[in-house]
DNA sequence: TGCTAAGCGAGACGGTACGTCTTGTCTTCCG
DNA sequence: CGGAAGACAAGACGTACCGTCTCGCTTAGCA
């Protein structure tokens, strides 16, 4: 549908790079607080009117930013068995949360998403929902295989894995470690 | 200590209601992220100067109004099994987290928590940690009945719950339902 | 050095225009001493910032409004004689201070001068300096002539007639009159 | 009418010299634009109300302050002559308007008599009328004895002779100087 | 000796204005 | 026409003082 060219002055790449490339580095040292679109625009040398041209809000700048940093696929390669898939799962999400800037860059989108009810759509749709995709894709290989417990039922078992995920990283800024997956892959994927 | 009077004119009860409920009333009307201190004073009759004097933010007068309104405390009586001890809790906590208001409530908190980390400090402190106190008491009762599963661990139970309900709240909006109670309480708390 | 056009939005005309006649009126409806740089912007339709970004303070509003309006020139035109001369530049002098808004305004910057060193500065440089070079203009004129007195000497001839003007404005508040500036006359440039 | 003694506690003598020290002090230390009630009060050890109680404006506690302490009368004692008593009466009023601090003191009453207009009336009583009355004592003696020429007439040669001091303290800065008080004199009493 | 009345230090109150900051729009010139 | 620069209107921010109002406590004269 964009093969015919379009008329005018193409969109600059370096501008887009620049402006992302300075949202992360403005908000992983000043917090996302203080951050601001003037200071955006200063630092990545780009006006103020191209980033308002191309992005709703800094959130918004930010959730494009950290898609293109971190390609945030998480591996649901067939591991053999839903348990272990899940733990290879799991120990992914884990990873993603314990790198501190990364982690930093989630809290703040989540908390603008309660925000701003517009970009939480925008939030749950680019994110939140490829996140319980990826988990899908797990349970209905399972599921295939006939080795899925009966309950709780897919759509809680991602509940209770995110929930716990998000609650580590939001409430109590612990990452989630070695004895949460092994406690969360004992209650969801049992052996017997 | 501090019963021998002040000296100075004493702090104004009124005018402290009087912030607390036009905080509350305008954060209903028109959301967390547009309400000012200006909104609030103005709102209450009451100068700006004695909203900063008393509170070091908005969060602080929502948190304060919050924890006034509906006295967070939850049933931690005894109902004779863990069982049925966590099915009370958990009813309890998603009769709250169904209140719209509350979970509007809430759901601004957690996000200020993430974005100002002073505040986030005193959130953590004055809502988070009671919360899992009350889960802690019922968590050392079931233990000494000897009731409770070996696993999981009890700082990982309380991960679960209430990851779960918090992330209904913040990334499904949608409620905890009756649904979701069951199967939580059948993988925490199984019957054999 | 300023011919090569700037970058950037030029400076509005219209908000200059507008926050000097706002100066005005606002300083003639309610006086030098409740007048606000927030009462100016609203009733302006500017911005405060914009203000901020060009003034100083607001007796400078003030000053360049008065220069504007009153473009305050007093005529040094030959009339043959010292005396003549002096009697023209007195008779303008008194007819300004005798415009009710004009004697208001310059009350309200003299006193400012004298509690904003900084301001006193340029008052004093973009008004009483010039006053005194007109007046020189004329005392050189008249020494030329070898029309002028030996005493008093030309700077405390100046001192004795703004002096006089100022006081009359400040201290007594009644206007210069004919019988002041005939006695000054008689005084400073003697028939005889 | 007020001989008899009022009921209550009487007014601490104590807490109005604090008052007009504090003021004094304070206006030296830091100017009298950014002087406060608040900073007197607190420089006093005395409470607000205790201030306002008794003084209508910062400007009247440094009127009674500045009072007290210079107390102003200039001396009117006979010279002899009129050219000796104006000698005299300009040495004298040079001496006070040399004294750094009470110059600027005066520079700051005189702004605020511009700006507040009740209190201007209060500063022309107390001050500013005196000063006239002081130097009619002068001129009337010389009336008596013949000794005062025609022109200028006595209100006006009150208007030159302060007029020239107020302009030296308020628009130039500099002090009144001797040659200033020999010019002045030989003009206003000429020996011939 | 106790009562009444006003002054006292302290400090919170409802407000106004400050000067700064940020937002999102606009207007210019350059490439 | 896209983009950098930067001025613009709007308005919230947190601070400083304003002048007023309670407090509990003197400190006097009057009973």
Chains 1, 2, 3, 4 share one sequence.
Do not use: C
């Not at 293109?68 to 067939?78: E, F, I, N, Q, S």
Request: aromatic share 6%; hydrophobic share 45%; no cysteine.
């Amino acid at each position: 549908m964009n093969e015919g060219r379009m008329p005018g002055r193409p969109r600059s790449e370096a501008s887009r790079q620049a402006t992302l490339m300075a949202a992360l580095e403005l908000a992983a040292e000043i917090g996302y607080g203080r951050l601001t679109i003037e200071g955006i625009a200063a630092r990545a040398g780009v006006g103020k009117q191209t980033i308002y041209r191309w992005w709703p809000s800094k959130a918004d700048i930010l959730l494009e930013a950290g898609a293109a940093k971190a390609d945030l696929r998480v591996p649901v390669t067939d591991h053999g068995s839903y348990r272990a898939d899940l733990r290879a799962f799991l120990e992914a999400s884990y990873q993603m949360a314990s790198h501190p800037g990364l982690a930093d860059l989630l809290r703040a989108l989540m908390a603008e998403a309660q925000i701003d009810r517009e970009f939480g759509d925008r939030f749950r749709a680019a994110f939140l929902e490829r996140r319980r995709e990826a988990l899908a894709v797990i349970i209905d290989r399972a599921r295939e295989r006939g080795d899925l417990p009966a309950r709780p039922a897919p759509g809680i078992v991602a509940d209770i894995v995110f929930g716990t995920i998000w609650y580590r990283t939001l409430a109590t800024r612990r990452p989630l470690d070695a004895d949460l997956v092994d406690d969360l892959i004992g209650l969801l994927a049992p052996t017997s």
